[in-house]
């Protein structure tokens, strides 16, 4: 072992020649062309801006926590569904002391001092101003203006590290990732509010095929309506992002309308991070927010349901935001077990790659303790995003297709076929896997030359399952009025894999975690969707099949069916 006071001599030797020292291995580690679209340069970041920097660090032992993760979610494996602990989490994820060692000599010869960001300290973060910034990564930060919305942030086009340092660190943020705000997956405000009787009272019967409420879903999938039980170990989490904010007394009024069967004090419990608020204000209530607490907590029966609210103070842009909201779970020794969320963005224009794979790693960590992450694949059809330019060119993917997530597509009417609008097709960043290559190759091989140089074949395919997205009844602000999108989907879904989670713990078995091996080793247990398309970039989209498709993955729920899938 080395001793300290010889690490602090060289440190200080490091400090003493300067950051020529470093200077002279700088090696780049990332760049990009050109900004997003979207994006304008402004100039030079002033010297004294303070950059909130994240560094992710190499796990101590990837490889491990990896055939862990595919020892506990595979169905043939003698050890299927036993989850690993946060401590085992954090034995694989913790870096090892010469990654820590390295990088914190290199940060200490910039008199930075680091501290961790998740328990295992994969992630260091600091706070800097940009001119020290600058030098660290041998580079020069810019301001740029995402016109769309106005908000500007501090980014670079190119870093460098010193090269002994290139196995150790794994990601570097705020750096090359670009983003505007996150915007929720639910596209459609009002489907048509006029077409519909806004008032309570004047609402029509039900037509599921037409609009669909909590009853639709629990007839349409079998869901189960009784109260669990008030000890019920299962526990759901949504999302949020501010400024959203999900409101209470929509939710009371939401389950009196929909839900006269269980209590109406039923409510979200609010974890507030990153200087979120939540106001409680009819008027300021969000549509996302509304939707994704009503269509859990109007679906799980009394199971807990956290609203998860992500503000704005520690970020340096919305795509900060994703990262802490897994890192939060992480660092819960109780985190959900299906946590669902409804925002997002495209693949390759925002997020480098590196950061991309580093959050993508964060949501392993979650899904090996036995956590299922669900997010909804985009409202955009094959161009991922509604308002995507890609006429003519590939397919731009959804993010994040990172395959430890499980992306959840829409389905419309009764009896269903594909939305639309979903978002599916093939990641350009993550491969192919193992657990989906028969339903995908399957579906590929019959559709042959169809889009060839359009999509990535060899890439990891999405989405993986569907739920209804159609027109979805909700309470905003007192009144009823009807979504649509995947962001409808997620937390459907996901309700699904809660209660079957409950019913699971209750008979002293595990819970469902990581599903995606576990999905597609068993399409029995979900609706075939075999009609739509979703069509974007100028072209009708992929078609929905018999079997996996780009549109509705494996199916919907077919809870009676998931039940027995799961082994109860
Ligand atoms: C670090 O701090 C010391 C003491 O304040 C100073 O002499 C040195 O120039 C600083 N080094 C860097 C790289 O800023
Ligand atoms: C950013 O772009 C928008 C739209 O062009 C403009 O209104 C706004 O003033 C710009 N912001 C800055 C700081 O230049
Ligand atoms: C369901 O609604 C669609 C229009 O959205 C209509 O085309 C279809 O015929 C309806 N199906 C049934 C069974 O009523
Ligand atoms: C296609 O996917 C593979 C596997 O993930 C990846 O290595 C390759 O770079 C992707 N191709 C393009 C054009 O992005």
């Known amino acids: 072992?080395?001793?300290?006071?010889?690490?602090?001599?060289?440190?200080?030797?490091?400090?003493?020649l300067s950051s020529t020292v470093w200077a002279s291995t700088f090696v780049v580690h990332e760049k990009r062309d050109s900004a997003p679209?979207?994006?304008?340069?402004?100039?030079?970041?002033?010297?004294?801006?303070?950059?909130?920097?994240?560094?992710?660090?190499?796990?101590?032992?990837?490889?491990?926590?990896?055939?862990?993760?595919?020892q506990a979610s595979s169905p043939t494996s003698p050890t299927f569904r036993e989850w690993l602990t946060k401590e085992q989490v954090e034995s694989f994820a913790a870096p090892t002391s010469e990654t820590v060692e390295a990088v914190t000599e290199w940060l200490t010869s910039f008199n930075i001092t680091s501290t961790p960001a998740t328990p295992a300290g994969d992630w260091v973060k600091f706070t800097i101003p940009v001119k020290v910034a600058n030098q660290l990564l041998n580079t020069e930060y810019s301001i740029f203006n995402h016109t769309q919305s106005g908000q500007t942030s501090v980014r670079t086009l190119q870093y460098s590290i010193p090269s002994d340092l290139q196995p150790h660190v794994k990601a570097v943020h705020p750096t090359?990732?670009?983003?505007?705000?996150?915007?929720?997956?639910?596209?459609?405000?009002?489907?048509?509010?006029?077409?519909?009787?806004?008032?309570?009272?004047?609402?029509?019967?039900v037509d599921c095929n037409a609009t669909i409420t909590p009853a639709c879903l629990q007839t349409l999938y079998g869901i189960p309506t009784q109260m669990v039980s008030s000890s019920t170990k299962s526990k759901i989490g949504v999302a949020g992002y501010t400024p959203q904010n999900a409101d209470s007394e929509d939710l009371s009024t939401f389950l009196k309308e929909f839900r006269p069967d269980l209590p109406s004090t039923l409510n979200f419990i609010t974890e507030l991070y990153d200087g979120a608020t939540n106001v409680q204000d009819g008027t300021q209530a969000g549509l996302e927010a509304n939707l994704d607490t009503q269509y859990t907590?109007?679906?799980?029966?009394?199971?807990?349901?956290?609203?998860?609210?992500?503000?704005?103070?520690?970020?340096?842009?919305?795509?900060?935001?994703?990262?802490?909201?897994?890192?939060?779970?992480?660092s819960q020794t109780s985190p959900p077990l299906v946590f669902s969320t409804s925002y997002g963005f495209d693949e390759e224009s925002a997020l480098s790659l590196s950061l991309t794979v580093a959050y993508c790693n964060a949501i392993m960590q979650l899904a090996s303790r036995g956590v299922s992450v669900t997010f909804a694949s985009g409202d955009g059809g094959v161009a991922s995003s509604p308002d995507l330019q890609c006429e003519g060119t590939p397919f731009p993917p959804t993010f994040p297709t990172c395959p430890y997530a499980t992306l959840v597509g829409a389905t419309q009417n009764v009896p269903e076929i594909g939305a639309g609008l979903t978002a599916g097709g093939f990641s350009n960043y993550f491969p192919q896997q193992s657990w989906q290559a028969d339903a995908v190759n399957a579906y590929i091989a019959k559709i042959g030359n169809t889009y060839a140089g359009l999509y990535n074949a060899s890439g990891r395919a999405y989405p993986d399952v569907s739920a209804q997205g159609?027109?979805?009844?909700?309470?905003?602000?007192?009144?009823?009025?009807?979504v649509g999108g995947t962001s409808c989907s997620s937390p459907i879904f996901s309700s699904v894999i809660a209660l079957l989670n409950d019913e699971l713990l209750s008979a002293g078995k595990s819970p469902l975690g990581f599903l995606n091996p576990w999905i597609y080793a068993n399409p029995q247990a979900f609706n075939d969707i075999t009609i739509g398309n979703n069509p974007g970039?100028?072209?009708?989209?992929?078609?929905?099949?018999?079997?996996?498709?780009?549109v509705t993955g494996m199916g919907s729920p077919n809870y009676a069916a998931m039940r027995t899938a799961a082994g109860l």
């Open 537 to 550: 970039c100028g072209t009708e989209g992929f078609s929905a099949n018999e079997g996996w498709d780009p």
């Open 176 to 205: 090359t990732s670009f983003n505007g705000p996150l915007r929720g997956r639910a596209p459609i405000t009002a489907v048509s509010a006029a077409r519909f009787a806004p008032s309570l009272e004047e609402r029509a019967t």
């Open 1 to 16: 072992m080395v001793p300290q006071s010889f690490i602090q001599s060289l440190t200080l030797v490091a400090s003493l």
């Open 470 to 482: 159609g027109t979805v009844e909700i309470i905003i602000n007192g009144h009823v009025d009807y």
């Open 37 to 70: 679209n979207g994006f304008i340069h402004l100039g030079s970041a002033p010297d004294d801006k303070m950059l909130n920097m994240r560094i992710n660090l190499a796990m101590g032992n990837q490889a491990g926590l990896e055939a862990a993760l595919e």
């Open 297 to 330: 907590v109007g679906l799980v029966n009394g199971i807990p349901t956290v609203y998860e609210d992500i503000g704005y103070t520690v970020q340096d842009g919305p795509d900060d935001g994703y990262l802490d909201s897994i890192n939060y779970l992480i």
